[in-house]
């Protein structure tokens, strides 16, 4: 059985958070979306990063069903308890980096905003029957809020499986250079 992460399940985890990180940044210091407000270059990034984080997770999960996580190693505290709360955070993570993007585009489809991907094709839009723009927006903005949420219990569990309880839950996940270094200053 393996004991750390493959290169590509790293890489998917540091890209998810690089694009989830720009997302939020330029999501910042976008005009607020109001009904009369224009499709501006901010706001064509915003969909297209939306996009590009759907197309990343979706990556992700078929390359995770192919690589099976490594397993619980000797020193981690993970009891029968805990795991499933984690397996159940990283669920919840993944469909809210999902459901996110698409309320976002049926938000704007909504609202007669054309989604691009970065300019170089189109989507057609995205009707939810039976829910309101101001619906969408507000499920939207709401799970931004959640994603926030599920990040920071994400950093803290990792951060807490490395100060605390001392196991490589955090190392494992690490690009390797920076998982050697850690790995030395734990010891």
Do not use: C
């Not at 890489?11 to 910042?28: N, P, S």
């Amino acid at each position: 059985m393996k004991e750390k992460y493959d290169p590509i399940s790293k890489m998917f985890h540091w890209l998810v958070f690089l694009l989830v990180a720009i997302e939020f940044l330029v999501a910042a210091a976008m005009p607020e979306m109001r009904g009369e407000t224009d499709v501006s270059t901010l706001t064509d990034l915003h969909f297209s990063f939306g996009l590009l984080i759907i197309g990343v997770i979706m990556l992700r999960g078929m390359w995770a069903i192919i690589h099976l996580r490594p397993f619980v190693t000797s020193k981690s505290d993970v009891s029968i308890h805990t795991e499933p709360l984690a397996n159940a955070m990283h669920y919840a993570l993944y469909i809210s980096l999902i459901a996110m993007p698409i309320l976002g585009w049926a938000w704007a489809s909504s609202r007669a905003l054309a989604v691009s991907f970065f300019g170089l094709y189109s989507f057609s839009p995205l009707i939810i029957p039976g829910i309101s723009a101001p619906q969408l927006g507000a499920m939207h903005s709401l799970l931004g809020v959640i994603i926030v949420l599920l990040v920071l219990v994400h950093v803290f569990a990792a951060l807490y499986h490395h100060y605390v309880t001392h196991d490589e839950t955090l190392i494992r996940m690490l690009p390797v250079r920076l998982a050697e270094k850690m790995k030395i200053e734990q010891k």
